[in-house]
């Protein structure tokens, strides 16, 4: 079995959220000009705060990482640490779903 670099899986992730409506994101570059702790990829879809902490499948988060994903979480966003582009559609399947059924909600109240 491969084991992919985490910047493969990222770059995987990237060329899929391009394929999506009303899906703004980026990659967030580490190092002296960025911030330590802030996941991979920023993403806002369809008015939502998204981040993926992207890993290979036998890592984890750091503690400050971890110290990170709580705050964003905390303050109403939504994190999900990923390991492929799979689990990422995954994700926004069931996102999807949940939208649909708030719009349909609406339409009905």
């Avoid at 911030?35 to 992207?54: M, N, Q, R, S, W």
């Avoid at 399947?93 to 649909?100: F, M, P």
Wanted: glycine share 8%; net charge positive.
């Amino acid at each position: 079995m491969e084991r992919k670099l985490e910047s493969k899986i990222t770059a995987e992730i990237m060329q899929y959220l391009k394929t999506l409506d009303k899906c703004f994101f980026w990659k967030e570059h580490g190092g002296m000009y960025g911030t330590v702790g802030i996941p991979d990829i920023i993403c806002c879809y369809h008015g939502k705060f998204l981040a993926f902490e992207v890993k290979r499948p036998v890592e984890r988060p750091t503690k400050l990482q971890g110290k990170t994903i709580k705050d964003i979480q905390e303050a109403g966003g939504i994190v999900y640490v990923v390991n492929s582009v799979d689990d990422v559609k995954k994700y926004f399947e069931s996102l999807n779903k949940s939208l649909c059924r708030k719009k349909l909600k609406e339409v009905v109240s």
